[in-house]
């Protein structure tokens, strides 16, 4: 151990008016900080609200023209690890996520990352999708991958999870197991040297 604090975020990938991803969000973040040393930030993309990608020019140059995009870039440095946290959609991941990690070059490579999905088997599609995309960009994927289960009895006729946690605690073991996997890698790259 460092003794330094890893810092853990979790984005959010879904960003929809009425959704399942923030409670599923919040309730990782837990199980996260109560098995690890880590200190959790939810980075919500409905919250942040990047608009679609309006940077002129392309972010692996590293010149950022916006407020929006500096900010957003700032986020993720912040991070030392990324859970993303994703839905399938119509067979792949959202296009919100999609948007978000094409505003970023640098801050990605070598960032240590874990992929959860969700939707009604899990959503492996999209999860495959995204580890393609990661690996593409130099995020540094843990071994482990968690699918969530989504069955339609998890849901309330609002389409909001009932109980969140019940549903996250069906798969506490894989969660606290990319966790620990991130951790381990922040440690041995000794990102938080500075
Ligand atoms: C545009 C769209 C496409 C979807 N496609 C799939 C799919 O391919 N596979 C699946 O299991 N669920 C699919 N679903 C159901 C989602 O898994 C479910 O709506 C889930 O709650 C989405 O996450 P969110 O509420 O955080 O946005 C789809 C939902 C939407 C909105």
Redesign the pocket.
């Known amino acids: 151990m460092t003794g330094i604090r890893p810092r853990i975020a979790i984005i959010v990938g879904?960003a929809?008016p009425?959704?399942?991803?923030?409670q599923?969000g919040a309730e990782i973040a837990r199980v996260v900080e109560a098995s690890s040393d880590a200190g959790v930030r939810t980075l919500d993309l409905r919250e942040i609200g990047l608009p679609m990608l309006d940077e002129p020019l392309m972010a692996a140059l590293g010149q950022y023209a916006h407020a929006h995009a500096r900010a957003w870039a700032a986020q993720v440095a912040d991070a030392d690890a990324v859970i993303f946290l994703t839905?399938?959609?119509?067979?792949g991941y959202?296009a919100s996520l999609k948007n978000a990690i094409d505003y970023l070059g640098a801050e990605w490579r070598g960032l240590p990352g874990a992929i959860v999905s969700?939707?009604?088997?899990g959503?492996p599609?999209?999860a495959d999708q995204l580890a393609g995309v990661l690996q593409f960009i130099g995020v540094d994927l843990t071994e482990t991958q968690t699918q969530l289960v989504?069955e339609r009895t998890d849901?309330t006729p609002e389409?909001r999870l009932g109980d969140a946690e019940a549903v996250v605690q069906r798969n506490t073991a894989p969660i606290e197991a990319l966790a620990a996997e991130l951790v381990a890698k922040v440690e041995a790259a000794g990102r938080r040297a500075a």
């Open positions: 879904s929809r009425v959704r399942i991803g923030d599923l839905p399938q959609y119509n067979g959202p969700y939707g009604g088997r959503g599609l999209a989504i849901y389409w």
